[in-house]
Structures are given as C-alpha cells and as structure tokens.
C-alpha cells in the first residue's frame, strides 16, 4: 500500500509538471476537457492559469513542438515518430514536428563512471588504448564518445543515460493514462485511436533503449548489403557491446549534411551517389523486409570511392512477406498509373472502418492516380504520391499500420536526399526497374514450389483437423451447446415497436374495462362508500384515470424519441 501511495503520489506530480507545460503553452480548454485541472486542484495540486505565454501569432504547431520539447525525451520521441505519420498530420505539422531536436546537453563523465565500468567490466582507460571524455554527439537518450581499440580500431562507444530506462517507463505509463482520457473525452482523436498509438509508440521506445539490438540491427542490414560493396555498415564490437552500451567502428566521411564537401575535386560523382543511395534503400524495404526507418542526413556518411555508409539502426522498419508483395503492387500501380491497384491495395491496408464511405474512397484514389496519365516517368515524384495519398487517407480519418507509415516516411527522406545530391535525381527511375525484377523474381520456379509447398502444407493441416473440428461440432449439437445467432438491427427495431404499441393497446383494453366496470358499480347499491360514492367503483376510476395518464406520457414520449433519431 505504502509503494502505491508513493507512486501515485510520484505520478500526480508529473501530471501537474504535464498540466502546467500545456497550459503555459496555450491548451488550458485541452486540460479542462481531459479532466486533469479538477483532479489535480482536489490534490492541492493549483495549476497557474495567468501565466500563460502570449500565443495569439504562434501556430498551434508550434505551440505542440515547444511542449514537446520542455516535457522530456519521451515526449520529444512521440514528436519525432508523429512527424513520420503524414496520415495521421497535414504537412505543417509534419513540417514543424520534424525541428524537433532530442540533443540535450552532455552528461558529465564521472557521473556516467559508474555504469559504464560496470558494463565494460573495467575503466575505460584499461579497455580503450584512448578514451576521449569530451562526448562526439548527445542525445535524449545516449550520447556517444570517441574510443580506440588496443589494436588500433578507432570506434565509438554509445552510452544510454543513467537513469533514462524509468524515466522513459513512467512517461510512457502516464502517456497510457492520458491516451486512454484522450479517446473517452476528445471526439476529434478517437478515429486517430490514440491507446493503440502510445501502444506502438512504446515498443519502439523501449527497443531503441536497448542498444544491443541496434547492432543486431546494424548486423542483419549489413549481411543483406554483401552484394553492394559501395554501402558501408559499421562492424559491431560485441566484447564490449551490451543494452546500455554499444561499441562500433568509427565512420571517418562527409556528413550527409555537408553536401558542399562533395565535389568532382573531392573525389566525388554526386549522381553516383544518389543512384547508390536510391539502390541500397530500396533494396531495404522491397527485397529485404528490414530497413532504415530514419535515414535522414545526419545517419549517412559519404566515404571515398563514393561509398555510403549509414549508422544509427535503432529505429528499423520491418516488412513481412506478404505486406512486401502487396507494396510492389501499390509502388507499381503508382508509377505505371494503374489506379484500381492502387486504390485495392490501400482499401485492404486501412480496412473497412466504420463510418467510412469506402465507394468515395476509392473515387478519390482512382481520380488521384488517373491525373498522372500521360506524364514522364521521369517527372514523377514518389515522395509526393505518397504523400497525396496519405493526405486522401487523412481526409477519411483513415491511418495506416505503424509498419506503412515509417515505410513512407523513409521513401520521402530517399527521395529528398536523393535530390539533395542531384538536382535531376528520379526515383520513379530507379525505383520502377528494380520493382519489376522483384515482382519477378517472386514468380520463379523455385520461388512458386516453395510458395506452393508451404499452402500445401498448410492445407493438409487443415484437413487432418476437420474430422475433429466436425467431431466436436456434432457432439456440441447433440447437447443443445450450437447457437445460431443472426442480428438484424432493423428487424429488431420494428419489432420493438410492435411491443410497445401492443402493450399501449392491451393498457387502453384494460383501462376500457375499469371505466366500464366502475360505471356499473356506480349503479348498484348498498356496500362500503367513500365520500358518498361506492368504494370500488371510485377506485375503479381513480386506475383508469392512473393507466389514461400514463398511456399519454408513454405515447409522448416515443413522439419525442422518434423525432430525436
């Protein structure tokens, strides 16, 4: 009792931390409506309404990303996945979310001293032939610092914040709590289903907090990339590597930021570099299944002999097998303008949600892809496409899987950057040969017998089973358990109808009869009286007179009832 006293004491205060950020920031009424400012002011918790910053010329946008910012790393990682969500966001507040920075300033290294001996299994001036203590980077969530191995091996060690792990897991507790007030009290973000957003939120938090899987990442992207030697993974040092450090080989190249320091002179053929770029993420996400979700400028170094390297695999997107041949299909039909495919694939990705004109939807999406008849390839912008459709998706209050949306987001940061390098860069060109062989490549012999085997494998599965499936079906029926139960909304309203009106009618009969009978009671003398009158016959019309008003009100009533739907 004590420890749950203690923590919800601990979490009313960060509600309060939470309450006073949006209300500083301009969304008190969002507060109010969730019900927090009451809660917290009966906790003797006050909230300051006067101090509220003079908001009247800052975007709503704007006001989001700055409380997102002064609310924590977790929050600030909410804002970075909800910028990669261009189904769930117009393009100004995908635009703003993506100023979003996580760098914070640097831990010092004594206070890190403690951890990262216990995770090395010694100081770093005993495992590192050099360990520099002024960090290369800082983050939300790690910060990295230079190293070099006894052999000669500069590296990087990535260090987690001490403490980051339960920070994170309380902000995440209480994003729960706030999700689940959001969808019962704000109409407006129930279709956007913020539970399930929080939810899948969470797991991909909690896995970039484990950096080991961020080399197994690295690992599996790496051994996929064989075949394209000019793409560079850095190698991981797993003696050394554990879920709150990771040690990897240093990348010495031009950040991707640097797009200056690539010249002919520098050695440097920038179409080349685009044409590789467009080459290896694609092979990521439509061969592979596994790909970089955040490939944005800061995780890609350009090496000599115009080679690639990207790092920072902590956010990975994956891509079953099924859901890889459905985005062949759509990426196709987009390119080679085929607008029922596009328009099939998008209706079996979103599903057939309530309240959805789903005939309008595929209207919207056939028009969409039909407007592209008749242009070159070479003037199409994918990232733009995709972009367009998830904008019609959002006007339905329609998103897609978590899995889709970091898809899309990585095909826009692929073609922005190939467009960066080369300003006459066209994935569409790039893309549209190397779909083609995929598709393909998924119809050969082998390819087919194994597809083939595996259903037919599937199926004899299911034959073994039926003789026990219909077994049991029949001895259920035997004991009365089979129900067959069909729901006809309509069906059932009329009949409630019929009730209703059939008990109406069956309270007139009796309220006939008891004016009736009272009537001849009247007439017949001798027996008990009340003021004057005979006692049953009085009473016999004081319950017509009961069932007369109650039969108006009822009628009243389902008048009101009828002109309300």
Known sequence: MLIETLAATRDMHRF???????????????????????QLERAGHMLRWDHVADLAHVHPAAQVRLALEELGPAF?????????RADLLPPDWIAELEKLQSKVPAVPLDLLMAQLCEDLGGTPETVFARFDPEPLAAASIAQVHRAQLHDGTEVIVKIRRPGIAEVIAADLALLARLAVLAEAELDWLKPYHPKLLVREFAKSLNRELDLAAECRNAERISANMKDLPHIVIPGVHWQHTSARVNVQDYVDGVPGHRLDLLTPQAGFDRALLAQRGAQSVLKMIVQDGLFHADPHPGNVFYLSDNRIAFIDFGMVGYLSERRRGELLQLLLGLVERRPSAVADVLLDWTGDEHGVNLSQLETEIEAFVDQYHGVPLAELSLGQMLSDVTAILRDHHLGLPSDLALLIKAFISLESMGRGLDPGFHVVTHATPILRRVLRAGYRPKVLAVRGWKTLVRTLAVVEQLPHDVSRLLRNARRGRVHVGIELAHLKRVGDQIDRAANRLAMALVIAALVVGSSIVMNVQGGPTLFGLPLFGFLGFCGAVLGGVWLLLAMWRSEKSDASD
């Open 16 to 38: 309060s931390e939470i309450a006073a950020v949006l209300i500083r920031h301009g969304f008190g009424d969002t507060v109010r409506r969730l019900g927090l400012a009451g």
């Open 76 to 84: 600030v990682k909410l804002g970075q996945i909800l910028a990669g």
